[in-house]
């Protein structure tokens, strides 16, 4: 997991009030997600974190492309992804309950590290039916594709359609 150090945020030097991070996410941030359904990718993370007195409020802003593959064409294409999302982490003395919602700082923590949030937010914004759609939100399936496959599918039923002389013999029995 060396290169996922990069997504490291330290924060005990950081002033009070806002800063900002960039950090790209691609291929090789996926690759040491050892069973992400996300291969490849192209996107710049943006990081607003607000260093508060007892919090840090981590803003995060992620946009650009991962690589899909389309149910309907079975064709891969660039699947546009623009994700907003708000972490809280809490500073606290000791570590307290896991709470699903807000990440707790102890007094031993000087660092935050975003990369399984970025992974996860990632995850969730996949849509669940993945077809070939560009930034207009126009879909462009491979028509050709299209066609074959839907001849195909037809074959198919057509060869599952029960032969009727079987049902002819059937009356013999
Ligand atoms: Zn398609």
């Not at 000791?94 to 700082?105: M, Q, S």
């Not at 028509?143 to 032969?163: C, G, I, R, V």
């Amino acid at each position: 997991m060396k290169s996922l150090k990069e997504f490291s945020i330290p924060f005990t030097g950081l002033k009070l009030g806002k800063h900002q991070f960039e950090f790209v996410v691609n291929d090789a941030f996926f690759d040491e997600f050892e069973y992400s359904l996300v291969k490849k990718a192209n996107l710049l993370c943006k990081v607003e974190l607000d260093r508060q007195e007892t919090m840090l409020i981590l803003n995060f802003a992620i946009n650009g492309t991962i690589d899909a593959n389309c149910d309907r064409c079975l064709a891969q294409y660039p699947q546009h992804v623009d994700i907003h999302e708000q972490q809280v982490a809490k500073f606290s003395e000791e570590a307290i309950g896991e709470d699903e919602e807000i990440i707790i700082l102890t007094k031993n923590d000087h660092e935050i590290n975003i990369a399984g949030l970025i992974y996860e937010y990632i995850n969730v914004a996949m849509p669940f039916i993945t077809v070939c759609i560009d930034e207009g939100k126009t879909p462009y399936c491979d028509k050709e594709m299209l066609d074959n496959l839907n001849k195909l599918s037809a074959n198919t039923e057509q060869d599952e359609q029960p032969d009727p002389r079987w049902d002819a013999l059937k009356k013999f029995k």
